[in-house]
Nanobody, 126 residues
Framework: VQLQASGGGSVQAGGSLRLSCTTSGITFNQYAMAWFRQAPGKEREFVAGITRSDGGKRYADAVKGRFTISRDNAENTVYLQMNSLKPEDTAVHYC????????????????????WGQGTLVTVSS
């Protein structure tokens, strides 16, 4: 199983980035997908998640209205469009996959995810 995250980089505040996470070794449409992030010295936290069905999405309050999660089941890929970036968004961003929740569910808990990508660094300067 591989989850390959990409798209991170350095941008100025107010800028945008689009993260991608391409998976292999799993039946992608059987997994809810999520993005988490971990800033230096902080715990890993939930950012956004999307159900298997693509019918439900959840966002952390800190990113609502700025970030959009989406998935392409034909490409086995989940995306995170990040707009209006702020310095506090600086973190390593990880994608994660979960097959244990219900078809219409997506969890915000780290321990509910079975597979993780390697992370991609997002740096936002003021």
């Amino acid at each position: 199983v591989q989850l390959q995250a990409s798209g991170g980089g350095s941008v100025q505040a107010g800028g945008s980035l689009r993260l991608s996470c391409t998976t292999s070794g799993i039946t992608f449409n059987q997994y809810a997908m999520a993005w988490f992030r971990q800033a230096p010295g902080k715990e890993r936290e939930f950012v956004a998640g999307i159900t298997r069905s693509d019918g439900g999405k959840r966002y952390a309050d800190a990113v609502k209205g700025r970030f959009t999660i989406s998935r392409d089941n034909a490409e086995n890929t989940v995306y995170l469009q990040m707009n209006s970036l702020k310095p506090e968004d600086t973190a390593v961003h990880y994608c994660a996959a979960d097959s244990m929740r219900g078809y219409w569910s997506v969890s915000v808990a780290l321990n509910d995810y079975q597979y993780w990508g390697q992370g991609t660094l997002v740096t936002v300067s003021s």
